[in-house]
């Protein structure tokens, strides 16, 4: 998961978005904006939830 943030976000990776073929942008944008939203609803979790939610993650499923 790192690595795909990793990808997803190094500024040095990222060309001009007028060089990006369409399907590709499309796929950037969707992973960001998935990143975006997964991080706001952990935001409203209560801290059971979160621990709830971290064990799982540790855990792989």
Same mark, same amino acid.
């Not at 998961?1 to 976000?9: D, G, H, P, S």
């Not at 369409?22 to 939203?37: G, M, P, V």
């Not at 991080?39 to 209560?46: A, R, V």
């Given at each position: 998961?790192? /690595?795909? %943030?990793?990808?997803?976000?190094d500024p040095v990776g990222v060309p001009d978005v007028n060089s990006i073929f &369409? &399907? &590709?942008?499309? /796929?950037?944008?969707? #992973? %960001? +904006? #998935?990143?975006? *939203?997964v #991080?706001?609803? +952990?935001?409203? *979790?209560?801290p059971e939830q979160m621990q709830i939610f971290d064990e799982s993650v540790k855990r792989g499923g």
């Open positions: 998961m790192l /690595k795909v %943030i990793n990808r997803t976000f &369409e &399907e &590709e942008l499309t /796929k950037r944008i969707k #992973s %960001i +904006l #998935s990143l975006h *939203l #991080s706001g609803m +952990l935001n409203d *979790l209560t």
